[in-house]
């Protein structure tokens, strides 16, 4: 139940991130905006760590970090870098595309699902297979009048965006649970959110865009849903099957369409309830 109560947690804070990027990257570089933001998680989360070694300020909430050799931190920092692309087709899809479209595609995240049978061994049931259905027209319902373009090229586009997002962030969030294990939850999220600033860097070195006056208010409320949600998730690894993970994540795909709607002030459909109850039922199933 704690591990359920705590994806929960992690789900509201990243379904307002989902849905507060449009927002935020609206007239600027998405690029300076994520690398703003990973300066502050990372300086956060290097605050988290210096203290919780000197003063085992955390330990009592998160244990005590575990001892790791430098083969499992090569394969963190792998595993780290492999998911910072994910942001960054995520972002960048947002910026040409509505909140609606690229979330509901990626938050399907068959690669997830498929690394956790084919990786961690866990089974494909008939319950796997009916929540994973129970999704699939729960999305359609919920989106399915954002999936209309003037242009077929357009869609195509928008829907590679959405693909490689759920290919590079759900392999990787679900393998993450072995360099949790590994590092602790406060050195690996460092780790993450270090390795996505770095990333982000090289891509604005290379691209040398003119650097721009991004307000401060934006890249602070992302970076809080950052250093909230990622903290409650990976101490979820330690509680809850990845199965469960994967199904309990969906309700940050609901949480996103209410806060895209209050943000955005769109109503929401009797058929886009429908698709809610199918999400829910689908978490039902799992858990």
Not at 85 to 97: A, D, E, K, M
Not at 226 to 255: D, N
């Amino acid at each position: 139940m704690l591990g359920l109560i705590v994806l929960f947690f992690s789900s509201a804070a990243f379904g307002f991130s989902n849905a507060y990027w449009k927002k935020a990257i609206h007239g600027h570089s998405f690029l300076q905006v994520i690398f703003l933001r990973g300066l502050i998680t990372t300086s956060f989360f290097a605050i988290c760590v210096w203290l919780d070694l000197k003063f085992h300020l955390f330990h009592t909430w998160l244990g005590v970090p575990p001892v790791f050799t430098l083969s499992q931190l090569l394969i963190s920092i792998c595993l780290c870098f492999f998911s910072a692309f994910g942001l960054y087709f995520f972002v960048r899809s947002l910026q040409s595309h509505a909140v609606s479209l690229v979330a509901p595609i990626s938050s399907i995240n068959l690669f997830g699902l498929l690394t956790t049978v084919l990786v961690l061994g866990e089974s494909w049931g008939i319950n796997l297979s009916m929540a994973f259905l129970c999704v699939c027209v729960g999305v359609y319902l919920l989106f399915r009048t954002e999936f209309q373009f003037d242009k077929m090229a357009k869609f195509w586009k928008s829907v590679l965006g959405a693909i490689l997002t759920s290919f590079f962030w759900g392999v990787s969030y679900t393998l993450f649970k072995f360099p949790v294990a590994w590092l602790g939850v406060l050195p690996f999220t460092l780790l993450l959110e270090g390795s996505v600033t770095v990333l982000i860097g090289l891509f604005l070195l290379f691209q040398k865009q003119s650097w721009q006056v991004i307000p401060l208010r934006p890249i602070l409320i992302l970076a809080l849903c950052v250093i909230l949600g990622s903290t409650f998730l990976h101490i979820a690894y330690s509680y809850a099957s990845m199965t469960q993970i994967i199904f309990v994540s969906k309700s940050q795909l609901i949480l996103t369409l209410f806060f895209s709607r209050l943000l955005y002030r769109e109503k929401i459909s009797r058929v886009q309830w429908l698709g809610i109850l199918l999400l829910i039922f689908s978490i039902y199933i799992v858990t």
